[in-house]
């Protein structure tokens, strides 16, 4: 049945499912503090960089079921999709969540549905939610039906991740479950699994968790095989060999706003259990440093003033999302060295320190390119071009995107994170 749905955030989250469930034959109105993110929505304009979301919005707004505002209107069904980012001290800033709650409360009637989707630490539903919504006088759990499905998707994949992931609905009773369930059932082609409030909650966190704490252990790897002088490239590759291994890889720290931050909002509830989550976040956060280390020691041989360039700034490759990026954590580092001229080079980027457009430009003279981000702009690169071009040819790849025998043939000192020394006895 069509319903109509208020969507609370239009960032990479609220605005595809807002245009998911728009070309889906719901009527929806999506909500944003941020007026130029409503304004350009009204246009059939998006303000983020995400595969194919341009056209699904176009589609959406020029149908007449996907409009924007700045204020939440009355509606059949409330989904909250706002940011909760973490605050100095690494703890779960939840005044985007609270003030959201609060802004739909006078436009709530019995028989709604409220989603909290953002992440949130666990119990955020039961102690923080709930207590918000019962201002409204409705009778939550029967008269407002309440749940947390936590969003998935993976950021450069969210169309198609929307549709075909598995879902989680953390309902706080059975009623809100079914409720929410049937909802995303409208585009979700997955499972969609069921569960109390809480443990949607933590499952959510768990996944980024999971994920965060195996590229620590890649990246441990790498600075051991660094200091025995083997290549931990080939140590993963081949230890993936085993039907129940599967090494992440390592890489110059971890970013985004999902695995840099999710595992604080467990380390926030239980610090004095939480150690192997602790400590994951402490050896990712330790790369960019490791990065700088590493470059210094090469940038060794050349005498004065030293042009770096940074290949790559955004957290992952082909998107335009710097959230949290360890290349940013890098600028700052190298901008406190003496005697550093920094250049930074990215496609998907349109305003950063040190940003050139031109490739060719920001090569001139320079005595190393760190290759931050694998971008596929990034894969097939003039490599005789960027040898004439810079002054000192040398490479860190801090991604193994390059092949070394490459760079060497064309005369480049390739420098390879997880591995020490140039050179390989292959
Ligand atoms: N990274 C590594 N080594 C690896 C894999 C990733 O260093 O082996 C780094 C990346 O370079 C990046 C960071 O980790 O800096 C995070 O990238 P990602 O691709 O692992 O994940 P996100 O943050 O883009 O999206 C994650 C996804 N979670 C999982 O795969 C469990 C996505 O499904 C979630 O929806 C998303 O977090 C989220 O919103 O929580």
New binding site residues.
């Given amino acids: 049945m069509k319903k109509k749905i208020c969507i609370l955030g239009l960032g990479?989250?609220g605005l595809p499912t807002a245009a998911m469930f728009a070309t889906h034959g719901h009527q929806i109105v999506g909500v944003d503090v941020n007026q130029d993110v409503v304004q350009a929505l009204n246009q059939g304009k998006i303000i983020i960089e995400e595969p194919y979301l341009d056209i699904m919005v176009q589609a959406a707004v020029t149908s007449g079921n996907l409009t924007a505002s700045t204020e939440p209107t009355e509606a059949d069904v409330f989904i909250i999709a706002v940011p909760t980012p973490m605050k100095e001290d690494k703890t779960a800033d939840m005044s985007y969540v609270e003030a959201a709650a609060q802004s739909m409360i006078p436009y709530l009637h019995k028989g709604n549905i409220v989603v909290l989707e953002s992440?949130s630490p666990p119990g955020t539903v039961e102690e923080l939610l709930v207590p918000i919504l019962s201002q409204s006088g409705l009778k939550v759990g029967e008269e407002l039906l309440v749940a947390h499905s936590?969003?998935?998707?993976?950021?450069?994949k969210i169309l198609m991740?929307l549709v075909e992931?598995n879902r989680i609905v953390g309902g706080i009773n059975q009623r809100s479950c079914e409720a929410v369930r049937d909802l995303y059932r409208t585009f979700v082609k997955g499972d969609i699994f069921l569960t109390d409030a809480t443990t949607a909650e933590m499952c959510?966190l768990m996944?980024?968790t999971?994920?965060?704490v195996?590229?620590a252990l890649?990246?441990e790897l790498a600075k051991i095989c660094e200091a025995m002088n083997i290549n931990a490239w080939e140590v993963i590759a081949l230890a993936n060999q085993h039907p129940r291994v599967n090494l992440?890889?390592?890489?110059?720290?971890?970013?985004?706003?999902?695995?840099?931050i999710?595992p604080w909002f467990i380390i926030e509830k239980q610090p004095q259990l939480a150690k192997m989550i602790a400590l994951g976040r402490t050896i990712?956060d330790s790369?960019p440093a490791h990065v700088l280390q590493r470059s210094m020691e090469i940038l060794s041989t050349v005498e004065g003033r030293k042009k770096v360039v940074i290949l790559g700034v955004t957290?992952?490759?082909d998107?335009d999302?710097m959230r949290?990026?360890?290349l940013v954590q890098l600028i700052h580092l190298l901008e406190q060295e003496e005697d550093i001229e920094l250049v930074v080079v990215d496609p998907h980027v349109k305003d950063c320190p040190y940003l050139q457009k031109d490739l060719w430009k920001a090569l001139e003279d320079s005595s190393l390119v760190i290759l931050g981000?694998n971008h596929q702009a990034f894969a097939h690169l003039d490599f005789q071009r960027m040898k004439q071009v810079m002054k000192d040819p040398m490479i860190l790849d801090t991604?193994n995107f390059w092949d070394e025998k490459d760079l060497n043939q064309v005369g480049f000192h390739y420098f390879l994170l997880g591995k020490k020394n140039e050179g390989s006895i292959l």
């Fill in positions: 990479y989250i992440t936590p969003e998935r998707v993976l950021p450069g991740e992931n959510k996944e980024n999971f994920r965060d195996n590229i890649a990246n992440h890889q390592p890489g110059p720290g971890v970013g985004g706003h999902c695995l840099a999710d990712n790369m957290y992952k490759p998107i999302d949290e990026s360890p981000v991604r």
